[in-house]
């Protein structure tokens, strides 16, 4: 996980000119990424694509769409490499409400394995590069605060 985090770190600022983040933006911040041990085991490099896709949201201000759940390795070129568990995720990515799933390309054939219910209610993309993934896991707005408030804040 520690590998992914770094790999993401260092593709958001080798990509940062096409990605629109501001010059001098990573001299300005610290950037800590903590994944805690907790009870659910994470390990591998699954969460590459979704680390990339959070760090970058962070520097150019988009929110990621909260209807999206993604998983896939990264490469320093920018590749989304194939990853195990496809069916788990995909199923987990249901439970939780997700209605679309952004995947490797090459992870396509795994969707056979996926119980039928869920193919017909999920939305899948496939990603060859990060940039897919950042052309289909952003909102197209920045978030406001009161984007992020719950209700009860808003009142």
Known sequence: MKESAQAALTLVKTRAASLGIEAGSFEKSNVHVHVPAGAIPKDG??????????????????????????????SLRGLVLPVGGIKDK?????????TRVLLPARNRRDLDEVPAEA??????????????????????????????????ERR
């Open 45 to 74: 490099p699954s969460a590459g694509v979704a680390i990339f896709v959070a760090l970058a949201s962070l520097f150019i201000d988009q929110a990621v769409r909260n209807d999206t759940a993604m998983t896939g390795e990264i």
């Open 90 to 98: 995909v199923l987990a990515a249901m439970r939780a409400g997700i």
């Open 119 to 152: 193919r017909e209610k999920l939305e899948f993309v496939f990603l060859d590069s990060v940039d897919d993934a950042m052309a289909n896991a952003l909102r197209r707005q920045a978030v406001t605060s009161s984007d992020t408030a719950t209700e009860g």
